[in-house]
């Protein structure tokens, strides 16, 4: 390889021209499951196992082949990694994300979200 620069990171600034990411929690959820395989959460052969079963779940159901789609998979992907692999179950994540839409939903544009702890949705 030749020198280490920014452009080594250039695929996921873009492909093909375009934003590798419409969204910000996208590049997140991947950035959180590569900390999850690093840390030993999970391994990467069951995470590779986990999005392509998810992958060709979608596909299955029809879902169109976007990167939408792509995004979602990832997210249910994760969670039922997370949920298989920690005293984390869908139901507690499911509640957590009732709480977040609480809070952002209710935050005034521009102001940070705040997550009140111990809230009930």
Request: hydrophobic share 35%; net charge negative.
């Amino acid at each position: 390889m030749d020198e280490p620069n920014s452009t080594s990171l250039k695929p996921l600034a873009s492909v093909d021209g375009q934003p590798a990411f419409d969204e910000p929690w996208q590049a997140e959820v991947l950035a959180i499951a590569d900390t999850l395989v690093q840390n030993g959460m999970f391994s990467a052969s069951a995470w590779s196992d986990a999005l392509g079963e998810t992958l060709r779940q979608a596909q299955s159901s029809g879902a169109s082949d976007n990167q939408e789609t792509y995004y979602q998979c990832v997210l249910k992907a994760l969670e039922g990694l997370v949920a298989s692999h920690s005293d984390i179950d869908r139901q507690t994540m499911a509640g957590k994300r009732r709480d977040w839409e609480h809070a952002y939903l209710s935050t005034p544009h521009g102001q940070p979200v705040n997550l009140k702890t111990g809230s009930q949705a």
